[in-house]
C-alpha cells in the first residue's frame, strides 16, 4: 500500500510536525462550538446507478428525479452512451442538478471504450450489458481500478458463454466480445469480495435468454443490503425476483424490463460524516430527505450512533442526531455495512474507551485498503489502531495535527474531516475525492460548521 511522504517546511504555522497548507492539502475546520444545523445531501450513488442500468435495459423510456450527479454517476451516464442509450439533463426541483431522462437503444452497439474511473458500479454492473451489446467493449479505469477484484465478474459471464480478454489477469484492463444475447441459465459464484458481483448480474438478468438461476457459494456474503437493494429496484420494474430462503440465490426468469419514473433518495450512507459532527462536537445535526422505508444501509445510522451515545429522533422526512457528553466505545459487527466503517472508525478514534469494529474484511477491496489506510492515517496522527484480519481495534489516544490521506477515497476523506473537527492542524490530502459521490461535500462541510443547510 503506498505511503504518502511530505516534507518538513521550515516555519508551520499547523504545528511543528505538520505540513503547510498547499491546493492539495484541505485544511480541515476544527469545531469550536457545538455544530447546530440541517443537512440536505445529494442522491444516492447506489440507487443511481442501478436505475440508470436498469433504464438502458428497459423497454420504454425511463426518468430519474433527484439524481445523483458525480463522477461515479457521470462514468455510468457516459458508459450507456457509448453503448447506444440516450441520457439527456432535463429541468427538475432537486438542488443538486437535473433530472435525467433515459431513451433505451434500439440495439444494444459495443466497439468501444469504457471508463470506469474508480466505480465498482461501473466496472461491474456494466460487462454483463456489454454481453448484450453487438461487438467488442473495453473495460479499464484509474490506476487504483486495476487492483480491484474482478475476476468472479469475468469468469461467472465466461460460465454464460461470454467471450472476455484479458490476458489472463482476471482484472481491468479486459475486453467484453458481445454477441448481442447471452442464454443465461444456471451459475453458482462466489461474491465473498463484493456483493456488486451479484447485482451486477441480476441488473441484467431479465435480458438473458433463459433468465438466471444464481447461487452464491462462498463462505459470507458481504453487504446484503445493497442485493437487496437491487432486487428491490427490479421489482420495481415488474422484474420477478425469487430469493432463495438462506438469502444466497436468486432467480430471475427472462422478460422485460419496464420503463419507469424513479425519485432517488438522499444517499444515506454519505450522511454519516455530518451525522457523526453531531457526536463529535456534542451538536445537533437534520438530514432532510430521509426515507421511512429504504434498502440502502446508511439506514443502520439510526441504530449504530445511539451505541456511541448519541440520541436520535426521527420525524416526517428528517433524521435528527444529538451528541451526548463523551463519545463511547463501541464493539459491533458492521459486515452489513461496511461502507459506514471510515466513519465509525473515526468516531472509535475519538472515543473514550477502546472499540472494536469487525465484519468489515471485505472493505479491503474497496478504493483502497480501508483497513490498512484508516490504521495507517489515524496511528500518524497520534492514535493506536490495529489490523484485525477482518476488521480493526481502536484504542483512543490523543491526536496531533498532520496530513491525513485520502488514497483517492472519498470516503478515507470524509473520515478525514470528522478527525479534523477535534483534532487542531488535520489537513485532508485531496479533498477533491469526495466528488466521487459528492462534489458538493467541502461547500456542505463548511455550511453545516455556520450553522447552514
Known amino acids: 500500500m503506498p505511503v504518502s511522504r511530505y516534507s518538513k517546511p521550515e516555519f508551520n504555522p499547523y504545528g511543528d510536525d505538520a505540513p503547510q497548507p498547499t491546493e492539495e492539502h484541505w485544511p480541515a475546520p476544527r469545531a469550536t462550538t457545538p455544530v ?6 445529494p442522491g444516492s450513488k447506489s440507487l443511481t446507478n442501478r436505475e440508470l442500468v436498469l433504464s438502458a435495459l428497459a423497454d420504454s423510456p425511463s426518468l430519474l428525479r ?7 454517476s457521470d462514468l455510468m451516464v457516459e458508459a450507456l452512451r457509448s453503448l447506444g442509450t440516450t441520457v439527456t439533463r432535463v429541468d427538475g426541483s432537486g438542488r443538486f442538478g437535473p433530472d435525467l431522462a433515459i431513451t433505451p437503444a434500439d440495439e444494444l452497439l459495443g466497439s468501444t471504450t469504457i471508463d470506469c474511473g474508480l466505480a465498482g458500479t461501473v466496472m461491474r454492473f456494466l460487462p454483463p450489458v ?4 453487438l461487438g467488442p467493449t473495453t473495460f479499464d479505469g484509474d490506476e487504483g481500478a486495476r487492483r480491484r477484484p474482478m475476476a468472479t465478474t469475468i469468469s461467472s459471464l465466461r460460465s454464460l458463454g461470454v467471450d472476455i480478454g484479458d490476458d489472463g489477469r482476471a482484472a481491468l484492463p479486459f475486453t467484453v ?9 444456471a451459475l453458482t459464484i462466489d461474491a465473498s469480495a463484493s456483493s456488486q458481483f451479484v447485482s451486477g448480474l441480476l441488473l441484467a438478468a431479465a435480458r438473458f435468454d433463459d433468465g438466471l438461476e444464481l447461487r452464491h457459494s462462498g463462505a459470507r456474503l458481504p453487504s446484503q443490503p445493497h442485493i437487496e437493494m437491487t432486487v428491490a429496484a427490479l421489482r420495481g420494474r415488474g422484474v420477478e425476483v425469487a430469493v432463495g430462503a438462506a438469502h444466497d ?11 419507469a419514473e424513479v425519485a432517488i433518495e438522499p444517499d444515506l450512507s454519505n450522511a454519516a460524516p455530518f451525522l457523526a459532527a453531531a457526536l463529535v462536537t456534542g451538536g445537533r445535526v437534520t438530514i432532510t430527505g430521509w426515507p421511512d422505508a429504504t434498502t440502502q444501509v446508511g439506514a443502520d445510522l439510526a441504530d449504530i450512533l445511539p451505541l456511541f451515545g448519541a440520541t436520535v429522533e426521527r420525524s416526517a422526512g428528517a433524521l435528527t442526531v444529538t451528541g451526548g457528553e ?8 458492521l459486515s452489513t455495512g461496511g461502507e459506514l466503517a471510515p466513519t465509525v472508525v473515526a468516531l472509535a478514534a475519538l472515543a473514550t474507551e477502546p472499540s472494536e469494529i469487525t465484519g468489515i474484511g471485505h472493505i479491503r477491496h474497496h478504493e483502497t485498503d480501508r483497513l490498512a489506510a484508516l490504521a495507517t492515517e489515524i496511528n500518524q496522527l497520534g492514535g493506536d489502531v490495529t489490523e484485525l484480519p477482518d476488521g480493526l481495534a481502536v484504542n483512543p489516544r490523543p491526536l496531533h495535527g498532520g496530513v491525513w490521506s485520502s488514497y483517492a477515497d472519498h470516503r478515507m476523506a470524509t473520515a478525514g474531516a470528522v478527525i479534523g473537527l ?15 459521490t459528492m462534489p458538493e461535500f467541502p461547500e456542505l462541510w463548511r455550511h453545516m460548521l455556520t450553522g447552514g443547510a
Request: avoid cysteine; charged fraction near 15%.
Open 130 to 133: 456489454a454481453a448484450l451489446a
Open 36 to 41: 447546530t444545523a440541517v443537512v440536505e445531501v
Open 422 to 436: 477535534a483534532v487542531d492542524g488535520v489537513l485532508v490530502h485531496d479533498i477533491a475525492s469526495t466528488s466521487k
Open 326 to 333: 463523551r463519545i463511547r466505545g463501541i464493539q459491533i459487527d
Open 66 to 72: 433527484s439524481p445523483l450527479h458525480s463522477r461515479d
Open 249 to 259: 440465490s436468486w432467480t430471475v426468469p427472462s422478460g422485460p424490463i419496464s420503463g
Open 177 to 185: 466480445h458481445g454477441s448481442g444475447r447471452v442464454t443465461g441459465g
